[in-house]
Structures are given as C-alpha cells and as structure tokens.
Nanobody
Framework: QVQVVESGGGLVRAGGSLRLSCAAS????????MGWYRQAPGKQRELVAV???????NYADSVKGRFTISRDYRKHTVYLQMNSLKPEDTAVYYC??????????????WGQGTLVTVSS
C-alpha cells in the first residue's frame, strides 16, 4: 500500500506565502515524478508544478516566478513554496506521485488535498 499525505494549506492574505509539503510512504521501490495540482470551485483540476526524478521542473504559466517546487528524494517528499499569492490561487491543492512498487509495478497516487484560501 502506498499513500501520499499533504500538509501546509491554510488561509493567507493576498501577497503572502505558504509552503505545502507532501510525503509518500508505503511499499515504494522508487518515486518518479511528483507534482502538485489544484482544483478551484467550479473548475477542472489543473497542473500547478511537477518535478521529475532527474530534477526537471515544469510550471503552469499562471504560477511561474511565484511558486517553486522542490524535492527531498531520500524522504520521498515534495514541497511547493508559494509566494506572492493571489485570490485566484484559492483552490484545493492535490499532491500526485508516480510510484514504482517492488511488487505490483507502477502506481499513480493522489493525496486527499489541502485547501489554500487567499483573501483579497
């Protein structure tokens, strides 16, 4: 069994910062890509940022220059530093991991989500 658990969401004023964390645990041989997605009310889930196993990063245009994704490969943990937050960043943020299990092969895992609310 593999799971990812997010933490770090909350309420912040526009212009403020938050840091999200997500740790994968369980029967893991290797974690490949890890990333963050978000879903605002009435909208589809969208990619925010992803970091690959070879440290390549990719960001949504809407967060470039404000958000930074990083990773602790030994701890199977991914972080999202969010600066200069805007009200339109308000959403539930979900962690995603592509995991290779020692038995059972590859598995995509999603977290439960953590709410980020940015007030104007």
């Amino acid at each position: 069994q593999v799971q990812v658990v997010e933490s770090g969401g909350g309420l912040v004023r526009a212009g403020g910062s938050l840091r999200l964390s997500c740790a994968a645990s369980g029967s893991i041989f290797r974690v490949n890509d890890m990333g963050w997605y978000r879903q605002a009310p009435g909208k589809q889930r969208e990619l925010v940022a992803v970091i690959t196993s070879d440290v390549t990063t990719n960001y949504a245009d809407s967060v470039k220059g404000r958000f930074t994704i990083s990773r602790d490969y030994r701890k199977h943990t991914v972080y999202l530093q969010m600066n200069s937050l805007k009200p339109e960043d308000t959403a539930v943020y979900y962690c995603h991991a592509d995991v290779l299990r020692p038995i059972g092969g590859p598995l995509e895992v999603w977290g439960q989500g953590t709410l980020v609310t940015v007030s104007s």
